[in-house]
């Protein structure tokens, strides 16, 4: 599974699972669970999941003005390659009336040696209702046993004229019970012509299985000045797994 993570003002609350941004997504991940079966069929490795969640955060930062989001997405693998595409209801308040988020990516990963693994990503990022927000990204990943370090590069963020870097450092520990323990730190820079100052994220999740199902709940935080959209939250998610 493939996931990812502006400033905005909020706007009123939406119900979980109304409007049409969620019919949208809803709809186009039955879509992506009634592909799979063909595509096994092909001898392509395949995985589809939803997620609900009670805020969709992208390194720090809520992109649903803080309400609940319907997510999902399909993974289509072969050999060293994966194929993603992702969606997920927005709701950036007065700055945007964009409401739906679709990221189609490629990813080449590689295990080098049984401790050491790395990756290399492509994503395009589109934003239904508003196409002045679509852009793409470019990274690399190093995995070493427990710890993952990335670095990500965005030319045009955010559909502005400047770029955008971020720096991503993680690490899992296994506890007891089979629940995973998650830390998580994320350097955020920006070129004046993006209009977002530089800044950092931070996390801490502990997450479990529970057969096709994971639950997840993190504690989310960055040193941005105070706003609802990047004040420290809890959020929690469950994920079926098809």
Known sequence: MINRQTSCQSSNTVPLFGGPAYTLVFALLLCLVGAVPPVLAQGISTGAYVTVTSDYMFRGISLTSENPALQGGLDLGWKDLTVSLWASNVDFGAAS?????ADLGAVWSRQVT???????????????????LNYSEYSAIVDVANATIGFYVAPSYGGTDGDGTYLNFGYAIALPKAVNLGLHAGRNEFEAAVGIEDYWDYGVSLGRSFGRLDADVSFLTTDLPKADESDARVVASVTANF
């Not at 009336?97 to 988020?101: G, N, R, S």
């Not at 049984?114 to 002045?132: K, T």
């Open 97 to 101: 009336p964009a409401d739906v988020e």
């Open 114 to 132: 049984d401790r050491v693994g790395i990756s290399f990503q492509a994503f395009r990022f589109s934003y239904f209702g508003d196409g002045s």
